[in-house]
């Protein structure tokens, strides 16, 4: 329509121009024809401002945001004119809860900025398709919604009368995080007993050395609660690339006084505006936040009543076999969850209160002073603390020694100790790609030792872990059945990399010796204490599948090893492969089914996890394009079709363990009784049923664009009114025990496997890299700035926003050697695969790494051939570990993550 109006505009303005050369006036050679009044109807040259005034004309606005796999969550107005979306804007009407702090506001990103465009592209999936030839040939028949859900349906009894429940793949990705998104799926996997991959792990993105220490990785900050820091460390961290809506926050502390340090091997974007860019070599973090520790022990600038009160640094150890002190080690029947301390005042040995044996869930100390060093003996025990262990293992990373593995200066390392550990409020912000290292769980646990030792703990600072989890007991009820019925849920990066066949990846790409001596283990041993993992029920894994229906995870384009990969899951899933996407992404192109999936302008839904306390609402602003479907009522017309199709045929539950798989009833189950049979039943269930929203209702939060969450929406705590919410203030100030198993900031793990790899303590250790293969260039691929991982990667206007094509970043002296020009086209390769790609001077990189932003598709690249056909990976063992205390298989909170930056390549011109 619009297009129309301008050609008509133009060929206006093309006649307008022929005639007043005709008429041979004058004045339209040199000069506008003089007006009075250019106000006045008659003036001549009104008639292109119609134009833009039918552009500003539209019959609806609507609320959404957008929120695959991404954190950011910002409400947008969307207008709408005949059932088409013309255009976003951001809402930019949070509230200031606090005057002395910034509002959240306009909050988006460019991302945000073009979704009417990218809901409408090529690409996107419109109406139900069956697979006409081979998997992946691109033939495609459409069939109606009645005839695919039945055909899916009878496949899906089929699994379950061959092979029984637990043989079918319900997996939802992390592309699916609003709350109805996200509960359609999950409920119907409860129903079912579907495999359902941690959705943190299966991506890399978990802190493991927050749950370690912490107990809890999900508890960090609101991006409002970093204006009141005085000192910012960003390690692994790229705000102003990956965190647009937030990073607003960072340089208004900045401005506000604080000291901001970006910890990165590249001069990044967030670099540039930092107070201090400390140039690390790539993978080498814990070395650095051990040198720091080393600082901060050596020269006393610990805080001794934070350490006394918070921490297991005072908890007893003993000196014959490095375990902790038990009161099973001298009472019979005594509990081997009650630790000690040893108290100065009455020169013995007293219980740690708050821990997961203990009756006295408090961390206040009472009349107790526990003893910070020395050595004592408990019933004839020789014990010491864990701050004497923890100080040993520290004396190893002196700045001096550390230089050579960081490149960071010794002296520089010292003064910024010296001034992180003086600072009032002290914030160490980590990013997503700090789980994708192998010595990632080294990194956090060693930062949370910076932060403990100085106190900086709950309203004084903390680890910003990049996530918040809110206290949605409601959508956890919804999706997981009201608790009765429960998913098979499996350990993300365990489960991908055993599925995938990953270590035969391993075997071809890394050098066993060289392997050990890096990271403290090889091939063999990490496979034997996979097997004891999973033997000992520590990770569950489910084994082989015989059906998948993937909805929102896009595994062919983000496994690494990818062709192989996709080869194996594909020979596994011969039964069935059912995709749910908004659109032909790189795992759809491999489905057997496709079933289209509405977008966010699409369907009503709620959103709030990210660094914000608002719940952002999707209030349908249009009808879905074609025939696609919210995910809720795809499931619920799934649910539907398979109960239909057991009582046809006569199928009625399948016993599962203690649950029976009811197929007969399954709809029934799913839709409450048939009151929650659309998107808008089901979100207006959660906002009536839901104490976090205080009350509002439904009509109202849609109508302003989002709820503020109430004190009931904290996890940990509740969330105060007017504040930025800091993580575990409960606990300091509170005294409330952390979920660990001493009930403290834990810096000591007495797991025989901890005990085995000589990581009891905080410590440091390499990444695998190139020193541990036979290739010399080091691999790591950052989240890009242009799309969330390969969403919107194909947009027009994302892409001319950059080159447009798949681009490694190089070191201009490393592509002389290589005789590579900018922009020219290069071929990186080892011996597991190789991918092409266009080069781009990168000069702040070191020489020794290639940088890719990761998320471009497998078919954006020539050949097909995408970056993870070049990446080997391994799991860490220490994050399989289970059956201590609060070690052991948390979803979202605690298992192995699937690493991206652990091999190594070659480049060359192509």
Same mark, same amino acid.
């Given at each position: 329509?619009?297009?129309?109006?301008?050609?008509?505009?133009?060929?206006?303005?093309? =006649?307008?121009?022929?005639?007043?050369?005709?008429?041979?006036?004058?004045?339209?050679?040199? *000069?506008?024809? +003089?007006?009075?009044?250019?106000?006045?109807?008659?003036?001549?040259?009104?008639?292109?401002?119609?134009?833009?005034?039918?552009?500003?004309?539209?019959?609806?606005?609507?609320?959404?945001?957008?929120?695959?796999?991404?954190?950011?969550?910002?409400?947008?107005?969307? %207008?709408?004119?005949?059932?088409?979306? =013309?255009?976003?804007?951001?809402?930019?009407?949070? +509230?200031?809860?606090?005057?002395?702090?910034?509002?959240?506001?306009?909050?988006?990103?460019?991302? $945000?900025?073009?979704?009417?465009?990218?809901?409408?592209?090529?690409?996107?999936?419109?109406?139900?398709?069956?697979?006409?030839?081979?998997?992946?040939?691109?033939?495609?028949?459409?069939?109606?919604?009645?005839?695919?859900?039945?055909?899916?349906?009878?496949?899906?009894?089929?699994?379950?009368?061959?092979?029984? +429940?637990?043989?079918?793949? &319900?997996?939802?990705?992390?592309?699916?995080?609003?709350?109805?998104?996200?509960?359609?799926?999950? *409920? %119907?996997?409860?129903?079912?007993?579907?495999?359902?991959?941690?959705?943190?792990?299966?991506?890399?993105?978990?802190?493991?050395?927050?749950?370690?220490?912490?107990?809890?990785?999900?508890?960090?900050?609101?991006?409002?609660?970093?204006?009141?820091?005085?000192?910012?460390?960003?390690?692994?961290?790229?705000?102003?690339? &990956?965190?647009?809506?937030?990073?607003?926050?960072?340089?208004e502390a900045k401005y506000n006084g604080a000291r901001v340090v970006s910890v990165a091997p590249d001069y990044n974007p967030s670099s540039i505006h930092a107070d201090l860019w400390l140039p690390i070599k790539q993978g080498a973090d814990p070395f650095l936040a051990m040198s720091f520790?080393?600082?901060?022990?050596?020269?006393?600038?610990?805080?001794?009543?934070?350490?006394?009160?918070?921490?297991?640094?005072? /908890?007893?150890?003993?000196?014959?076999?490095?375990?902790?002190?038990?009161?099973?080690?001298?009472?019979?029947?005594?509990? @081997?969850?009650?630790?000690?301390?040893?108290?100065?005042?009455?020169?013995?040995?007293?219980?740690?209160?708050?821990?997961?044996?203990?009756?006295?869930?408090?961390?206040?100390?009472? $009349?107790?002073?526990?003893?910070?060093?020395?050595?004592?003996?408990?019933?004839?025990?020789?014990?010491?603390?864990? %701050?004497?262990?923890?100080?040993?293992?520290?004396?190893?990373?002196?700045?001096?020694?550390?230089?050579?593995?960081?490149?960071?200066?010794?002296?520089?390392?010292?003064?910024?100790?010296?001034?992180?550990?003086?600072? *009032?409020?002290?914030?160490?912000?980590?990013? %997503?790609?700090?789980?994708?290292?192998?010595? $990632?769980?080294?990194?956090?646990?060693?930062?949370?030792?910076?932060?403990?030792?100085?106190?900086?703990?709950?309203?004084?600072?903390?680890?910003?872990?990049?996530?918040?989890?809110?206290?949605?007991?409601?959508?956890?009820?919804?999706?997981?059945?009201?608790?009765?019925?429960?998913?098979?849920?499996?350990?993300?990066?365990?489960?991908?990399?055993?599925?995938?066949?990953?270590?035969?990846?391993?075997?071809?790409?890394?050098?066993?010796?060289?392997?050990?001596?890096?990271?403290?283990?090889?091939?063999?041993?990490?496979?034997?204490?996979?097997?004891?993992?999973?033997?000992?029920?520590?990770?569950?894994?489910?084994?082989?599948?015989?059906?998948?229906?993937?909805?929102?995870?896009?595994?062919?384009?983000?496994?690494?090893?990818?062709?192989?990969?996709?080869?194996?899951?594909?020979?596994?899933?011969?039964?069935?492969?059912?995709?749910?996407?908004?659109?032909?992404?790189?795992?759809?192109?491999?489905?057997?089914?496709?079933?289209?999936?509405?977008?966010?302008?699409?369907?009503?839904?709620?959103?709030?996890?990210?660094?914000?306390?608002?719940?952002?609402?999707?209030?349908?602003?249009?009808?879905?394009?074609?025939?696609?479907?919210?995910?809720?009522?795809?499931?619920?017309?799934?649910?539907?079709?398979?109960?239909?199709?057991?009582?046809?045929?006569?199928?009625?539950?399948?016993?599962? $363990?203690?649950?029976?798989?009811?197929?007969?009833?399954?709809?029934?189950?799913?839709?409450?009784?048939?009151?929650?049979?659309? @998107?808008?039943?089901?979100?207006?269930?959660?906002?009536?049923?839901?104490?976090?929203?205080?009350?509002?209702?439904?009509?109202?939060?849609?109508?302003?664009?989002?709820? /503020?969450?109430?004190?009931?929406?904290?996890?940990?705590?509740?969330?105060?009114?007017?504040?930025?919410?800091? !993580?575990?203030?409960?606990?300091?100030?509170?005294?409330? +025990?952390?979920? &660990?198993?001493?009930?403290?900031?834990?810096?000591?793990?007495?797991?025989?496997?901890?005990?085995?790899?000589?990581?009891? &303590? !905080?410590?440091?250790?390499?990444?695998?890299?190139?020193?541990?293969?036979?290739?010399?260039?080091?691999?790591?691929?950052?989240?890009?700035?242009?799309?969330?991982?390969s969403n919107w990667r194909s947009n027009k206007y994302m892409m001319r926003l950059q080159r447009g094509e798949p681009n490694i970043y190089i070191n201009p002296n490393l592509a002389a050697a290589r005789g590579i020009t900018d922009g020219g086209r290069v071929r990186i390769f080892n011996?597991?695969?190789?991918?092409?790609?266009?080069?781009?001077?990168?000069?702040?990189?070191?020489?020794?790494?290639?940088?890719?932003?990761?998320?471009?598709?497998?078919?954006?690249?020539?050949?097909?051939?995408?970056?993870?056909?070049?990446?080997?990976?391994?799991?860490?063992?220490?994050?399989?570990?289970?059956?201590?205390?609060?070690?052991?298989?948390?979803?979202?909170?605690?298992?192995?993550?699937?690493?991206?930056?652990?091999?190594?390549?070659?480049?060359?011109?192509?």
């Amino acid at each position: 329509m619009l297009r129309v109006k301008r050609r008509d505009f133009l060929k206006a303005s093309s =006649l307008a121009g022929a005639g007043v050369l005709a008429a041979n006036n004058a004045w339209s050679l040199n *000069r506008l024809e +003089p007006i009075g009044d250019t106000l006045d109807e008659e003036y001549p040259y009104r008639d292109w401002e119609d134009l833009y005034r039918r552009e500003f004309t539209w019959d609806k606005v609507g609320k959404a945001a957008h929120c695959i796999n991404c954190v950011g969550n910002c409400a947008f107005d969307v %207008f709408v004119k005949d059932g088409i979306v =013309l255009r976003e804007e951001q809402l930019a009407k949070y +509230p200031q809860i606090n005057p002395n702090v910034p509002d959240a506001n306009p909050r988006g990103c460019q991302k $945000g900025a073009i979704h009417s465009s990218a809901m409408y592209e090529g690409d996107r999936l419109r109406y139900p398709l069956k697979r006409a030839g081979e998997r992946g040939e691109g033939k495609w028949q459409r069939v109606s919604w009645d005839e695919i859900t039945e055909e899916i349906a009878d496949k899906i009894i089929d699994i379950f009368e061959k092979y029984g +429940p637990g043989k079918l793949m &319900t997996h939802t990705g992390s592309g699916n995080l609003s709350m109805v998104r996200l509960a359609a799926p999950y *409920r %119907f996997a409860s129903l079912l007993g579907g495999v359902q991959l941690d959705i943190f792990t299966d991506v890399g993105d978990l802190n493991t050395g927050a749950h370690l220490a912490y107990g809890n990785p999900l508890e960090s900050f609101t991006s409002d609660a970093w204006f009141d820091a005085d000192y910012i460390m960003m390690s692994l961290f790229n705000p102003n690339a &990956t965190r647009i809506p937030d990073a607003h926050y960072l340089w208004e502390a900045k401005y506000n006084g604080a000291r901001v340090v970006s910890v990165a091997p590249d001069y990044n974007p967030s670099s540039i505006h930092a107070d201090l860019w400390l140039p690390i070599k790539q993978g080498a973090d814990p070395f650095l936040a051990m040198s720091f520790v080393n600082v901060i022990i050596e020269e006393g600038l610990y805080k001794p009543d934070f350490v006394k009160e918070q921490t297991d640094l005072t /908890v007893l150890v003993r000196q014959d076999n490095g375990m902790l002190l038990r009161e099973a080690d001298f009472k019979d029947g005594g509990s @081997d969850q009650v630790f000690y301390h040893w108290d100065l005042n009455s020169g013995t040995a007293v219980a740690a209160k708050g821990s997961m044996g203990s009756e006295d869930k408090t961390l206040a100390l009472g $009349g107790v002073d526990p003893a910070i060093e020395g050595s004592f003996e408990v019933d004839g025990i020789a014990v010491t603390t864990v %701050f004497e262990k923890v100080r040993a293992e520290a004396a190893k990373f002196t700045p001096e020694a550390t230089e050579a593995e960081t490149g960071v200066e010794a002296e520089t390392v010292r003064r910024e100790a010296r001034l992180f550990a003086g600072a *009032r409020k002290a914030i160490l912000m980590n990013g %997503f790609n700090i789980g994708r290292y192998s010595n $990632g769980i080294f990194t956090g646990w060693a930062q949370v030792l910076m932060l403990a030792l100085t106190g900086h703990g709950g309203k004084a600072g903390g680890l910003d872990t990049s996530w918040i989890e809110w206290n949605h007991g409601k959508l956890l009820e919804l999706a997981l059945f009201g608790f009765q019925k429960f998913p098979r849920l499996e350990a993300g990066g365990l489960g991908e990399f055993l599925r995938g066949h990953m270590i035969d990846h391993a075997r071809q790409h890394f050098d066993n010796e060289k392997l050990k001596a890096r990271v403290g283990f090889d091939i063999d041993e990490m496979e034997a204490m996979i097997e004891e993992s999973v033997t000992e029920g520590w990770m569950p894994y489910h084994g082989d599948m015989k059906g998948l229906i993937s909805i929102a995870d896009n595994k062919f384009r983000r496994n690494k090893h990818a062709d192989k990969y996709r080869e194996r899951i594909l020979e596994e899933v011969q039964e069935l492969f059912v995709n749910i996407n908004v659109r032909m992404d790189s795992t759809a192109e491999w489905a057997d089914y496709l079933l289209p999936a509405a977008s966010h302008y699409e369907a009503w839904d709620l959103r709030s996890v990210g660094f914000h306390r608002f719940v952002n609402v999707f209030s349908r602003p249009v009808d879905p394009i074609g025939e696609a479907k919210p995910d809720w009522e795809i499931m619920v017309l799934l649910s539907k079709k398979i109960q239909e199709r057991a009582l046809a045929r006569g199928v009625g539950g399948y016993q599962d $363990g203690n649950v029976s798989r009811d197929l007969h009833t399954i709809y029934d189950d799913f839709t409450m009784g048939g009151t929650l049979l659309s @998107d808008y039943d089901a979100t207006k269930w959660l906002v009536d049923n839901s104490a976090e929203f205080g009350g509002v209702s439904l009509e109202e939060g849609a109508e302003q664009g989002f709820f /503020v969450m109430s004190a009931e929406g904290g996890a940990n705590q509740p969330i105060p009114a007017s504040e930025p919410y800091n !993580p575990f203030v409960a606990q300091v100030e509170g005294k409330k +025990p952390y979920d &660990t198993l001493t009930g403290r900031i834990t810096f000591y793990c007495d797991h025989p496997r901890f005990m085995k790899l000589g990581a009891a &303590t !905080p410590t440091a250790r390499h990444h695998a890299g190139r020193e541990a293969s036979n290739y010399p260039l080091s691999f790591y691929s950052p989240h890009t700035r242009w799309g969330i991982h390969s969403n919107w990667r194909s947009n027009k206007y994302m892409m001319r926003l950059q080159r447009g094509e798949p681009n490694i970043y190089i070191n201009p002296n490393l592509a002389a050697a290589r005789g590579i020009t900018d922009g020219g086209r290069v071929r990186i390769f080892n011996g597991i695969g190789e991918f092409f790609a266009q080069a781009k001077f990168y000069p702040s990189i070191p020489e020794t790494s290639i940088m890719m932003e990761h998320g471009w598709e497998p078919h954006q690249y020539e050949q097909g051939k995408p970056m993870n056909n070049a990446m080997a990976t391994l799991i860490q063992p220490l994050e399989l570990c289970g059956g201590w205390g609060h070690l052991g298989f948390k979803l979202w909170k605690y298992n192995a993550n699937q690493l991206a930056h652990e091999s190594s390549v070659d480049v060359e011109p192509a």
